[in-house]
């Protein structure tokens, strides 16, 4: 007699069953860890995963059996972004109803390539990709924007669709502190390597980059940035918008990092003159505390998406668009795509502006609280006062090597997680601030164990 299969996620209660094994065995992990990263280092991470035996083995064991080992070994070595001590990049602790959320995504499994896969999913993607393209450029007739899988994709439709506007001629010029993702998504079309401004100050000066325009021959694209990854920069967008009206070039603006900083009332000046970009990467899976990957592209007229539109007669036949069902196959360069506005959509609800806003606000305010501890230090030195949460710092007269090994001798012991970033041809420790439940005792404990390492 034929075994009978194991039960689907549609059966409520035994998923409900099962995310209680996974509840504890997060814990358990947690518990083992100690701390934002699993101590010891590659080598000894990788040996404890390896003591979980064989991956496919002939039989299998159980489903809570599998889900109780795996996750606790995965929890047990993760880095940690609910920790507060785990502050090294733009990676941040979700919110915990955005993570229910995307549960109910997977346990529905919608595909956002048709509509008869998704017929909910894909109405609520357009209302909310409405709403948000309309925080992007509010005085626009007609936004639109595309969920993405983060900056990288973004950038690269951004670049995408200005080509398909002005054809292989296109140059883009960004300035020296931008993504590494303009570089690649230009080799990846087959476009001139992207023209780069220097950027000593850590932004774009308009002054110059009105000058590099002015020696350029055919359509340029302007690639600005609102949140340098390594210093949380934000270029003068205003002035950077008009160098790119004074010479006929487009303007897009990478605010991956800086983009939901539109929710605060407090900071979203930072942001003025964003509405002047015609395309703008944001990513809510940054400074919107999502789940990966919640990405966004807001384009300032839905008409540039067109170029995007594409017929496959299993997924949008013309008969079927004309006769009134959705066409999604033009909102992605994907197919098969999760329904990842769900977790979005329910956040937006739960928070709205305003508590999205004090998120944004409070992280800030640590990035500012950091950068006090770190003035008053007589061992440290702090870079820049933040724009963001971004706070780099380093010990008092540290050589680049060493400033490198009390990263790795903090990683190795598993204490704390910080990056690193090069300016002012300096090396320098890196906090990016994204736990809202972070406190100015674990900004204190940051400081002492850099200090202690320094003198190890």
């Not at 979700?94 to 390539?113: E, G, R």
């Not at 930072?270 to 966004?296: E, F, S, Y």
């Not at 780099?392 to 990263?407: H, K, N, Q, S, Y």
């Not at 204190?444 to 850099?450: G, K, Q």
Request: aromatic share 2%; hydrophobic share 45%.
């Amino acid at each position: 007699m034929r075994a009978a299969p194991p039960p689907l996620a549609a059966d409520p209660t035994a998923l409900s069953r099962l995310l209680g094994t996974v509840l504890d065995a997060l814990r358990e992990g947690a518990e083992v860890r100690g701390g934002p990263l699993p101590a010891g280092g590659p080598e000894a991470v990788a040996r404890r995963m390896a003591g979980l035996g064989a991956v496919l083995p002939d039989t299998g064991t159980t489903p809570h059996e599998a889900l109780r080992t795996v996750v606790r070994a995965l929890a047990e070595g993760a880095a940690d972004p609910a920790h507060p001590l785990c502050a090294a990049h733009l990676h941040t602790p979700p919110l915990a109803l955005a993570v229910a959320a995307d549960l109910a995504a997977s346990a529905l499994n919608p595909s956002m390539d048709s509509w008869d896969q998704a017929p909910a999913a894909s109405a609520l993607e357009a209302a909310v990709t409405a709403a948000l393209a309309a925080e992007v450029f509010p005085e626009a007739p007609h936004p639109d924007a595309l969920v993405t899988t983060g900056g990288t994709e973004s950038n690269q439709l951004a670049l995408l669709l200005a080509r398909e506007r002005h054809g292989p001629g296109l140059r883009s010029v960004v300035g020296a502190n931008a993504h590494h993702s303009f570089r690649r998504a230009a080799w990846l079309l087959g476009l001139p390597e992207p023209v780069v401004v220097p950027t000593p100050r850590g932004t774009t000066d308009p002054a110059v980059l009105a000058e590099t325009l002015a020696g350029q021959q055919g359509p340029v694209l302007v690639a600005a940035t609102a949140g340098t990854t390594d210093e949380g920069l934000i270029d003068p967008l205003p002035a950077i918008a008009e160098a790119c009206a004074a010479h006929g070039a487009e303007l897009h603006v990478d605010a991956a990092y800086g983009g939901p900083v539109l929710f605060s009332r407090t900071h979203r000046a930072l942001l003025d003159g964003l509405d002047r970009a015609r395309t703008v990467t944001a990513d809510l899976h940054k400074l919107g505390w999502q789940p990966a990957a919640a990405g966004l592209l807001a384009v300032r007229d839905t008409d540039d998406l067109a170029a995007l539109g594409h017929t496959a007669d299993y997924l949008n036949a013309d008969d079927d668009t004309e006769a009134g069902l959705p066409d999604l196959l033009g909102r992605s360069l994907r197919t098969t795509r999760r329904p990842d506005v769900l977790k979005t959509a329910v956040t937006l609800r739960a928070l709205g502006r305003t508590g999205l806003g004090a998120l944004v606000d409070t992280c800030m305010e640590l990035a500012q609280d950091l950068a006090d501890l770190v003035e008053k230090a007589p061992g440290l030195d702090l870079k820049d006062r933040p724009t963001l949460t971004t706070v780099l710092f380093r010990p008092t007269g540290a050589t680049d090597e060493a400033v490198a090994a009390i990263r790795r001798t903090l990683l190795a012991d598993g204490t704390a997680v910080l990056g690193r970033a090069a300016a002012d041809g300096r090396l320098w420790l890196k906090a990016t601030l994204l736990n809202p439940h972070t406190t100015r005792g674990d900004l204190a404990r940051i400081l002492t164990l850099v200090e202690g390492s320094a003198h190890r």
